[in-house]
């Protein structure tokens, strides 16, 4: 299993998105290293396909697929929920439905 | 950067399809400017609490005006016309302006959006930073931006003065 987290140091939650993501993997016993790639220009966003800090893939697929076709752009990522709600970061939920 | 200690003088285009310049809000016995902008998922979080302290403070006089200074070249989500379009799906009670030039986000030392400038009826800068101390409402237990116009309007400090801002960087012009 490849994981990636591809984030920007202009947006302030990749910190927060890297312990969700240690956290849910700890707890489904995945052993395997979090990949961090940081991305810095504009050319390296396109190059990436990154819709923004932080993505993250696991074996090459976003973990939130609706928001995984957004233009690159060097900005934070806007995750959305079902319930309407909005965050920086992605939900346990899609982690959890990402892994499975 | 270090952050503005009087409020700046301003004349900004308005998402209402008017100005709004500083001495508009000479009545408004406490101003606040909130850095913001449309794109920012940390925005978005916490626009619903600057909108409730709107209409909060309302009828005490408290203006909120925000600010939108991002670079809307390399940010198009952040034009002016999307500023439009986001106010009114957002349902802001309060003006919100756009800084093209970014004049005003470099006079107030801005750096995040959402960021907070509150200043007292002789516009003095009473409190800068965040708008409280959690992107998750109910998990908040200092209400920092309330806290310093409670203040401000009684004529006193406000328990906090200054804390970071958290959100999303200014987007610069190059």
């Not at chain 2, 670079?71 to 009114?88: C, K, L, Q």
Request: hydrophobic share 40%; aromatic share 6%; proline share 8%.
């Amino acid at each position: 299993m490849t994981i990636e987290l591809l984030f920007w140091e202009g947006c302030p939650s990749h910190p927060e998105a890297k312990a969700l993501l240690q956290e849910v993997l700890g707890e489904h016993g995945i052993r395997a290293p979090i990949e961090m790639r940081k991305v810095r220009t504009h050319e390296e966003a396109v190059e990436l396909a990154f819709p923004g800090s932080p993505t993250i893939r696991i074996d090459g697929r976003d973990v939130d697929p609706a928001g995984a076709g957004s233009p690159p752009v060097l900005a934070c990522r806007i995750y959305r929920f079902a319930d309407g709600s909005v965050s920086p970061v992605p939900s346990r939920q899609q982690l959890e439905e990402a892994l499975a | 950067m270090s952050v503005i200690e009087t409020a700046p003088t301003f004349d900004l285009p308005g998402v209402d399809g008017r100005n709004h310049a500083l001495e508009e809000y000479d009545d408004a016995p406490v101003l606040v400017l909130v850095q913001s902008c449309n794109h920012c998922p940390y925005v978005l979080a916490w626009e619903g609490r600057i909108n409730a302290l709107q209409r909060e403070f309302a009828d005490r006089g408290v203006r909120i005006v925000a600010i939108n200074s991002n670079d809307a070249a390399t940010h198009p989500t952040d034009s002016f016309e999307s500023m439009v379009e986001h106010a009114r799906e957002s349902g802001y009670t309060f003006d919100y302006v756009q800084d093209e030039s970014q004049e005003i986000a470099r006079a107030l030392g801005s750096e995040r959006t959402p960021e907070a400038f509150v200043f007292d009826a002789d516009r003095r800068l009473v409190y800068h930073g965040a708008v409280d101390d959690n992107r998750e409402e109910p998990e908040v237990t200092a209400h920092y931006l309330r806290d310093a116009i409670e203040a401000a309007l009684a004529g006193e400090t406000p328990p906090v003065a200054d804390t970071p801002p958290v959100g999303c960087t200014v987007k610069w012009r190059s």
